[in-house]
């Protein structure tokens, strides 16, 4: 199949999306329903709608763009990724597997591919836990792990519920008719920037996943006892920052402690009560990341974290609660889609390497409805979530083709 990529459309189409932010360049934010959100929906929808495809959305607001086969009862194969960018970071992160499907789609239309199977381009919502606290929020309720009493639960920093937001937003539609079915698919890829250095290390073009990281999210609330800093003695306090820094600690002994170089953990955020110079701080929360490819490690980390917490709160006098706000399994990539990106890569003499994500992603949840598998494609420094995050639009370019290959593939 002589395929062409349009990179200057894709460099088009990136460039847009870039643009529609809560804050200024370089960096890009977009949080899920907010006014940039939906004006880079907008710019989707029309783009999807250019290239002739059939558009639905759901009442999260994730996007279904479909080009029907010619066996269009048939569970079709899909492709797709997310858009929000959290707070202050870089235009590829989801956006190129987005921006890369339309592109895989528009090709094939060019050279007079014929579906059997429907192709579908997937739009997910709110895969960045920005706004929710909960990563892949759309993903996870098509896949049911996020049920719709669930999802009415959740809310944002400021209070407000996801009913009001996704009302606001213009998504309406019951959250019962969310999750899909099992069968609905019969494949699904997703590309994405590696957000790692392997590849550009190794001077290759693309990484064909095997798996994908399982990941878990704790949030510690501590509740210790303020003061005057200068009335309150230190031998009689019970300073819920000094507690939390502990336990900052303790997350990473843990990690440390499996012996794994795949066990990472994070406490990516430290908020305290009062915050001010001269109070001691009477309440902390941490929140927590832990990670690994496989479960087993991954919950060893946890297991001492939520020893050390005790530990620590004991000796200290701090009250302490752990909310466990997800502990997701693993996935292992389907063997046949891998293989079919595989052999895309050596139709395009392209070379690759079978690899694993250590960050998660949609494919992640969709892998628990269909057979699933990634294509990473590098990043100069393997930077990510930042404004210098960066892919060439030949690496892009590489990318796409082997993406729409494998479609084509998969739709035969």
Do not use: K
């Not at 590098?378 to 494998?406: K, M, T």
């Amino acid at each position: 199949m002589n395929l062409t990529i349009d990179a200057a459309a894709i460099a088009a189409d990136l460039d847009a999306i870039a643009a529609c932010s809560d804050t200024p360049p370089p960096g890009v934010t977009r949080v899920v329903y907010g006014e940039a959100d939906l004006r880079a929906r907008a710019y989707l929808r029309a783009r999807c709608a250019e290239a002739g495809l059939l558009l639905r959305e759901d009442g999260l607001g994730n996007l279904f763009a479909r080009w029907p086969g010619a066996e269009p009862d048939l569970p079709a194969v899909a492709s797709g990724s997310h858009i929000d960018a959290i707070p202050h970071s870089g235009r590829f992160d989801g956006t190129v597997g987005v921006v890369g499907a339309l592109e895989a789609l528009r090709a094939l239309r060019r050279v007079g591919h014929v579906p059997r199977r429907s192709l579908e381009l997937l739009i997910f919502t709110s895969e960045e836990p920005t706004r929710f606290g909960v990563g892949c929020l759309g993903s996870r309720a098509l896949a049911g792990a996020l049920n719709p009493a669930q999802l009415r639960a959740l809310r944002d920093g400021e209070g407000r519920t996801l009913d009001e937001l996704r009302a606001a937003a213009g998504f309406t539609a019951p959250l019962e008719q969310v999750a899909l079915a099992q069968g609905t698919y019969a494949a699904f890829v997703e590309l994405h920037i590696e957000q790692g250095p392997l590849l550009e290390t190794e001077g290759l073009p693309i990484g064909v996943v095997r798996a994908i990281a399982a990941p878990a999210a704790l949030r510690v609330h501590l509740q210790g006892e303020g003061g005057h800093a200068g009335a309150v003695l230190m031998l009689g306090r019970r300073d819920a920052l000094l507690a939390g820094a502990e336990i900052a600690l303790a997350v990473e002994r843990a990690a440390l402690s499996t012996g794994r170089p795949d066990t990472v953990a994070t406490t990516g955020r430290l908020t305290i009560t009062p915050g001010a110079i001269n109070a001691i701080p009477s309440a902390a929360t941490l929140e927590i990341d832990v990670r690994d490819v496989a479960a087993e490690p991954r919950d060893r980390a946890l297991a001492s974290i939520y020893s050390a917490v005790a530990e620590v709160c004991g000796r200290r006098h701090v009250a302490y609660q752990i909310e466990e706000v997800n502990a997701d399994p693993p996935a292992t990539c389907d063997p046949e889609v891998v293989a079919t990106i595989i052999g895309a890569c050596t139709e395009l003499g392209l070379p690759y390497q079978v690899m694993v994500s250590r960050a998660y992603h949609d494919s992640l949840f969709m892998a628990r409805i269909c057979p699933t598998a990634m294509i990473f494609i590098p990043c100069r420094g393997g930077v990510s979530h930042r404004p210098d995050e960066y892919s060439e639009p030949e690496q892009i370019s590489q990318g796409v083709a082997v993406l729409a290959h494998a479609l084509a593939a998969l739709s035969a």
